[in-house]
């Protein structure tokens, strides 16, 4: 029988335009999704300062956002495993796309609320999206490297944020940031249709002759670069059986639901717990918002150094190790944070502890979560741990208020390193690691798959 291949197919090609014409388009789309996800913080600082809001009214803003992201994390779990990823990436772009653009003649508070829950149904789904797809078109030894430009381009989002920010919301007010992310969706949605479909997904639910056309494709775009391409070292059918929900719940996949659904809670919470309420927590000190703005931008650029540091060592070291590592790190850093009264002390460990936080983000949402699932659960898989997080963000909105009202922002790290330590533990116990490994070797039961599915090829049979 022959077999389309299309994972040790795709896992043989050098690298090449192809590659990165996946990548912008993936990646452009959830860096405008992460910069509509890190607006929130200025803008509800600006509101706040304005009187267009009051604290509380800020945390339900936040919070419709995040409720918005647990549907939409589940609905792309279902939508990119039972209908495709480009119909789960077009459709959350173009959705969050239109709110944040009607989000910018919002009357009240009410208003904006109702559309911040609409927008995140659409950031919910695109970050379970970005990651999961472009993995599939990633040969194994260039993963961590990939996925870690992945998230240079998306933690950027904060950049641009706080940058944006800084700028757009002392000038020209803050319904200007909502208007920026729009348009900026809706371009990039337009540009999304040339993304061609998932081959592996495509041979997993049964559709090989659209497999086969996508693969072949991509090989006549990557030979065109570079000419001829080495022969396939094996065939193999990735066709699976139509698995249920419950299937993430099973004696073999459990304890991998778990641990993602723990990395996404412990991200969530460092992010959306510290990093999304910085210009809140330095306004209610009594800096000025654009004083505040100007602390938070300097330790926002944290974000892109954590993608890069994951880019420098993702492949080396691995993402389980990694995220244990750079856990304790953080954990340290929040010990010694609250400590610090000088801007210099604040800035420059506040940088190393947001460096530390975005390396976790690049290693885990952006490589491990998705990693850990088999094609035909991952998108569910990734959007079932996404939904934890998103509900541990929900929590953490109200939480952090708390916290920081009554034990300043001591209480709110003792919050983030928690989680943090409660990851690095659920990691170490699952003792599974995906460097340098095929998606197909990564998945639950690899071994006896191989033994019944891959056959090494003869000269004649490569292709």
Same mark, same amino acid.
Not at 180 to 208: D, F, K, N, T, Y
């Given at each position: 029988m022959t077999y389309v291949s299309s994972g040790a197919r795709l896992d043989r090609l050098p690298l090449s335009r192809f590659h990165w014409k996946?990548?912008?388009l993936i990646s452009a789309g959830a860096c405008i999704d992460a910069y509509d996800v890190y607006i929130a913080g200025g803008v509800s600082a600006a509101m706040f300062k304005d009187g267009f809001s009051t604290l509380a009214q800020n945390a339900l803003f936040v919070s419709a956002g995040f409720f918005g992201m647990v549907i939409g994390a589940a609905l792309a779990g279902w939508l990119g495993d039972h209908l495709g990823r480009r119909a789960s990436y077009q459709f959350n772009l173009l959705l969050f796309g239109l709110a944040s653009l009607a989000a910018c003649f919002a009357p009240n508070i009410e208003t904006l609320i109702g559309l911040r829950f609409i927008m995140?149904?659409?950031?919910?789904?695109?970050?379970?999206?970005?990651?999961?797809t472009l993995s599939e078109f990633i040969p194994p030894q260039f993963r961590g490297?990939?996925? /870690?430009?992945?998230?240079?381009?998306?933690? /950027?989002?904060?950049v641009l944020a706080t940058s944006i920010g800084y700028v757009v919301i002392p000038n020209l007010g803050w319904r200007w940031m909502f208007?920026?992310?729009?348009?900026?969706?809706?371009?990039?949605?337009?540009?999304?249709?040339?993304?061609?479909? /998932?081959?592996?997904?495509?041979? !997993?639910?049964?559709?090989?002759?659209?497999?086969?056309?996508t693969v072949s494709d991509i090989e006549a775009q990557v030979i065109a670069q570079h000419g001829a391409i080495a022969d396939c070292p094996r065939t193999q059918n990735l066709e699976t059986p139509k698995a249920p929900f419950s299937a993430l719940f099973s004696r073999a996949i459990l304890p991998r639901t778990l641990t993602a659904a723990m990395t996404a809670?412990?991200?969530?919470?460092?992010?959306?717990?510290?990093?999304?309420?910085?210009?809140t927590f330095f306004v209610s000190e009594g800096l000025t918002v654009v004083k !505040?703005?100007?602390?938070?931008?300097?330790? !926002?650029?944290?974000?892109?150094a954590g993608a890069l540091l994951g880019l420098a060592i993702a492949d080396r070291l691995g993402r389980a190790r990694g995220l244990v590592l750079f856990a304790v790190l953080a954990i340290v850093l929040g010990i010694i944070y609250p400590n610090m009264t000088s801007a210099v002390g604040i800035t420059g460990v506040g940088f190393a502890l947001v460096t530390c936080i975005y390396t976790i983000v690049t290693f885990g949402l952006f490589g491990y979560v998705p990693?850990?699932?088999?094609?035909?659960?991952?998108?569910?898989?990734?959007?079932?741990?996404?939904?934890?997080?998103?509900?541990?963000?929900?929590?953490?909105?109200?939480l952090a208020v708390i916290l920081f009202a009554n034990f300043g922002l001591i209480g709110v790290l003792a919050m983030v390193s928690s989680c943090l330590l409660l990851m690095a533990l659920a990691i170490l116990l699952l003792g599974v690691d995906t460097n340098q490994s095929t998606l197909e070797d990564i998945a639950p039961g690899a071994d006896s798959k191989r033994l019944r599915r891959t056959l090494h090829s003869t000269a004649g049979e490569s292709r």
């Open positions: 996946i990548l912008g995140g149904i659409g950031l919910g789904a695109e970050l379970v999206i970005a990651a999961g490297r990939w996925i /870690s430009l992945l998230a240079l381009i998306v933690n /950027s989002g904060l208007a920026i992310a729009g348009v900026g969706a809706v371009i990039i949605w337009v540009l999304r249709h040339r993304m061609p479909e /998932s081959p592996r997904w495509l041979e !997993s639910q049964g559709r090989l002759e659209d497999a086969e056309r809670i412990a991200v969530n919470v460092a992010v959306y717990g510290f990093v999304a309420w910085l210009p !505040s703005l100007g602390f938070t931008t300097l330790m !926002s650029f944290g974000a892109p990693e850990l699932f088999p094609t035909h659960l991952r998108l569910r898989g990734t959007g079932t741990a996404g939904v934890c997080g998103r509900l541990a963000s929900m929590a953490t909105s109200y």
